[in-house]
């Protein structure tokens, strides 16, 4: 069996601050922002790059308020109701029709509550739905434009709009049964279902996750509001102390005196790869001049996909991370991003960077097809794997954040490490190439390309063999708690499907 | 049978109107165009509105020019090589690896050739056609966002790409074998069918008739670059003096000294009920101060389904419309607009605005259901119709386009003619039910809804029964040339399907 592991995760964005230290812009409070690429030529179409170029710098004058970046909108978004109001408020939805929320659908409100999506102050009326559909943006009171590139939308059935009839607000009612908020000045509209997920995803195949988990069972109708929460939720799993909100985040940013924050979303273990592209981006900053780059961490906490590593075991597995010294504790918080997951590549992207812009980050991380996967039928990507950043990079309201894209890392087979990819020498490179692995998975197929994912299929299959990945791939402790995961899975599988197992 | 006739030609417009003339600017020049309303709360989201505030008034002092309103990115575009450059040009594309066009391939160099599509200057490259599709706009060098949304492509197959190999420029050959024009700067990229289809139409299904005729057949890579064409492209079909460029329709308006353009965009026969609302919008502009307003009758000249009435038919119709004084001639121009039609809804009447801003229009009246059609699988719109008119007045870089919504007219048996449809008396007015008459159609069902089209199936109806419309549906010239059309289809269904004519 021949071994290859090639690992997206080498900035490229080299270039980009090469640039600016060679403009000398070394102070403290230099800020860097990428900008479209003006030309002489007024017709000339917007061309937006990925590379050298693509950043400006700002006048050093500006100081660092309580944050680096403003949230979108210019304030921070907070809707949970104060303590003091808690009482007669909970009185006052008792009284009103009620609406059930699912599991993801308090995944939303959360993330709604908490600012991740300001300035949106609710699930989406539909003058937003069709600026999200269509334009992947919202424009403002003030004619400013936000990037607002999901439906964040409650979907009701026929029975629950007949039940709230003509009422302006109601009550909403978490999966357990608990009133957790209000949903005020509602707007029922038709819940087009194929267009919706059409113009999100660019597909209408069956088996799309989010899709089948959400989308099919939800009603023909969307209800929009302003959203009032009437305390901060939580899951009691264990996890709530990661669970930041976007204020406090902010506050620990300014806390511990971030002159740059830059965030990495991620939905999988962290490997070496991972981790040399974080170190390697907090180095670069360093070099431009800033003093104090923190990083967040920033896993996904919301829906999944089933065959997607669990949130408490991603957790864990972080913390071993951080335990190891692979990340400087001093220098990283990790905290949990609450929004479920679309698969929606390029257009789930926006959001998000466009979340993490709110949560105070002003630098983001992009790979290779962020927030994509197999074609659910078909046996490719869903998405150009290049999509998701050059969309980022062009996308209506992301324009104060800088996008760092990144490029290929592998496996150096001479300095036993993670490395970045060396075209020069490229024999001493090893990639994981997914093709070889795909017995239980999604049926993606990676020519010549790759994903994290397919590492962890490999992975499955080293815990299933016994095998370790090579050295110098994940630290030990990290990868343990992999391993009783995928043991865990192999002691499922047995009990359910004890004669499909292979070797 | 019962006769119900109901159609959507009323403008509801009249309250901008009448609050614009409250406010006493009757100035020549003044000029109306629709504006974000502004809250006085930064973080409202931007609430575009169809009827009153929607407009304000900008300074009477501005100088009529060239055109009432500025071209997308500030320029016409004109990409007919001139005379003199011709044969060179000529040698020099003879040279070049060659792609052939289709008919509609042809028909959108047509329209980029003569900068409809301005500041496009040429097919699509993947970052222009990335923005179209995910944000139905682009932005140019300066910065500005021109709206842009249905990707303008050119497809190629494999064995093209491969001619071409690493050529810069190619030369493009007509469908009669002639050349037309070069392609240069090119650049080859994925033509990713499926998300192509389903970002443009917001569903996948099979039977959408641009799919089927375009989109389907053509190869899997798309090349964009800079178009010249060799010489202005003519059809030769007897209306090639109705192919106005939007050039000279531009200098037509200035020499006659229009102050206010509105457009009217359509793809089926005009009857009484548009030319009310035609009218009556003149009317309005005239009270609101402009003295001179000139109707661009614009029909599309382009690809159309095979159940729409052919252009030659439209055209010999609105000369009649106009002969009878339906429509007044001084005050009415009848061009040709050369796209060929999407049916993609809310993204397509998103172009078709906008063609109109480049072709000098300053008003774009737009109705129910624009550039909407059945859905092709499932009995019911496939848009909303209420969509087109909300998506066009959120539509970005469109804000300075006056956008006129109209609502329901019908016909008054009382009156004996076209009316606005008045609720008070409303037994008084008759709606064409389109159900009754679906047996030959598309299988749209509208319910309680209605569309111009359906008045068409129950023409062919009238036709093929010798019976007339209502008095006042239509004038007896321009429903000469429709009655004579039908009858020639049925004469074709005869020879066609003998059995399968029923009564």
Redesign the interface.
């Known amino acids: 069996m021949s071994l290859t592991i090639k690992i997206h995760v080498t900035a490229n964005f080299g270039l980009n601050l090469q640039t600016v230290r060679q403009k000398k812009f070394a102070n403290y409070n230099v800020r860097v922002r990428p900008r479209?690429?003006?030309?002489?030529?007024?017709?000339?179409?917007?061309?937006?790059k990925m590379s050298t170029d693509s950043v400006s710098v700002k006048s050093a004058s500006s100081v660092i308020k309580s944050s680096l970046i403003e949230p979108d909108?210019?304030?921070l978004?907070d809707l949970v109701v104060p303590e003091n109001e808690r009482g007669p408020k909970t009185i006052e939805a008792e009284s009103m029709p009620k609406v059930n929320l699912t599991k993801i659908d308090l995944e939303w409100a959360h993330v709604i509550s908490e600012g991740w999506a300001s300035?949106?102050?609710g699930f989406m009326r539909?003058?937003?739905y069709?600026?999200s559909l269509?334009?992947?943006?919202?424009?403002?009171?003030?004619?400013n434009?936000v990037n607002m590139s999901l439906p964040i939308v409650l979907a009701i059935d026929d029975e629950t709009k007949d039940r709230i009839g003509s009422s302006t607000n109601v009550g909403l009612v978490g999966p357990s049964g608990d009133l957790i908020g209000i949903l005020r000045s509602i707007e029922i509209y038709?819940h087009?279902k194929?267009?919706r997920i059409?113009?999100t995803?660019?597909?209408?195949?069956p088996g799309l996750p989010y899709v089948e988990e959400v989308i099919t069972p939800a009603g023909n109708w969307l209800i929009g509001g302003d959203l009032e929460v009437l305390q901060p939720i939580k899951y009691n799993d264990g996890l709530d102390h990661y669970r930041l909100s976007p204020k406090k985040l902010r506050k620990e940013f300014d806390s511990r005196q971030a002159d740059a924050v830059f965030a990495f979303q991620l939905r999988n273990p962290v490997h070496n790869g991972h981790a040399l592209l974080m170190n390697d981006t907090r180095r670069r900053l360093l070099e431009m001049g800033y003093k104090n780059p923190i990083l967040l961490l920033h896993p996904l906490g919301g829906f999944t996909k089933a065959d997607d590593v669990p949130l408490d075991v991603r957790m864990e597995q972080h913390s071993e991370v951080l335990a190891a010294g692979v990340l400087d504790p001093e220098t990283t918080i990790v905290a949990i991003f609450p929004s479920p997951m679309h698969y929606a590549g390029?257009?789930e992207v926006q959001w998000h960077a466009k979340a993490r812009i709110n949560a105070g980050a002003n630098f983001y991380i992009v790979g290779r097809d962020p927030a994509g996967m197999g074609h659910p039928t078909e046996k490719r990507d869903l998405?150009?794997p290049d999509?998701g950043k050059?969309?980022l990079s062009?996308?209506?309201g992301l324009e104060k954040l800088n996008i760092l894209p990144f490029r290929v890392a592998a496996y150096d087979t001479v300095a036993q490490k993670m490395a970045f990819f060396d075209p020069s020498r490229a024999k001493d490179f090893l990639f994981i190439s997914g093709t070889k692995f795909l017995g239980g998975c999604t049926g993606k197929i990676f020519s010549p390309g790759f994903k994290f994912a397919l590492s962890y299929m490999k992975m499955r299959t080293y815990a299933r063999t016994g095998e370790n990945p090579p050295d110098g791939f994940m630290c030990p402790g990290g990868w343990k708690v992999l391993v009783k995961y995928y043991e865990s899975l192999q002691a499922e599988d047995a009990t359910q499907q004890p004669a499909i197992l292979t070797s």
Do not use: C
């Not at 479209?36 to 937006?48: E, W």
């Not at 995803?201 to 195949?205: I, K, L, Q, R, V």
């Open positions: 479209p690429i003006y030309s002489s030529n007024p017709l000339t179409v917007y061309q937006p909108g210019g304030a978004v300035p949106l102050r539909e003058n937003e069709l600026q269509h334009f992947n943006s919202v424009k403002l009171g003030d004619g434009i038709k087009n194929e267009e059409a113009r995803w660019g597909t209408t195949a390029p257009t998405y150009d999509h050059k969309v062009m996308a209506p």
